[in-house]
């Protein structure tokens, strides 16, 4: 069964960047899309965006400019950045695996990442 | 505003029906997947529907999904105090990017 552990500090200063990373145990990272999925306190979910185990990227359009995702095959693991933070960056930061279908199953605990001076 | 429209909430008693819509357009809903989740507070969202009415293993067959057109319907049957949550409405955009609704706060009186 495979369960995914989101890793990275809690504390942000604003105009930092953040930097997460998401451990996929009990299966392999390969063959998949491998995605992030943000929630602010009280608010709805913000698609971030996804990889695919040979790298390739897709990002939310609002955040293209600040995103990057990377994958770590050797380590079954991949990795968030997100420059430029502000206080509107604060939330709860989920990884998940992204189906065929455009699902997501199964999803992280998620970590909360607060963004303050 | 989430492009994906959801009712903020919808309430029932125990034992009843209740459906959720999740309103969309041709970009994403018309011409892709929906898939529904379900969220406790202080939780991870868990999915409960994909590809539009699959269940996945574990997930009972009080929830079923729907989709016409642009429009998707979760619908739960024999509502239990243990179904109160926030369900979120997720799809593709021919923007190369999720979507999610807004989320509906299903309260069971």
């Known amino acids: 069964q495979v369960q995914l552990q989101e890793s990275g500090p809690g504390l942000v200063k604003p105009s930092e960047t953040l930097s997460l990373t998401c451990s996929v145990s009990?299966?392999?990272?390969?063959?998949?899309?491998w995605t992030w999925i943000r929630q602010a306190a009280g608010k709805g979910l913000e698609w971030i965006g996804r990889i695919y185990s040979s790298g390739t990227t897709n990002y939310n359009p609002s955040l293209k400019s600040r995103v990057t995702v990377s994958v770590d095959t050797s380590k079954n693991q991949f990795s968030l950045k997100l420059t430029s933070m502000t206080a509107a960056d604060t939330a709860m930061y989920y990884c998940a695996r992204m189906g065929m279908g455009r699902w997501f199953d199964p999803w992280g605990q998620g970590t909360l990442v607060t963004v303050s001076s | 505003q989430s492009v994906l429209t959801q009712p903020p909430s919808v309430s029932a008693a125990p034992g009843q029906r209740v459906t959720i819509s999740c309103s969309g357009s041709s970009s994403n809903i018309g011409n892709n997947y929906v898939s529904w989740y379900q969220q406790f507070p202080g939780t991870a969202p868990k999915l409960l529907i994909y590809?539009?009415?699959k269940r996945p293993s574990g997930i009972p067959d009080r929830f079923s999904g729907s989709k016409s057109g642009t429009s998707a319907t979760l619908g739960i049957t024999g509502l239990q105090t243990g179904d109160e949550a926030d369900y979120y409405c997720g799809t593709w955009d021919s923007s190369l990017s999720a979507l999610f609704g807004g989320g509906t706060k299903l309260t069971v009186l």
């Open positions: 009990g299966g392999s990272i390969s063959g998949y899309y």
């Open positions: 590809e539009n009415n």
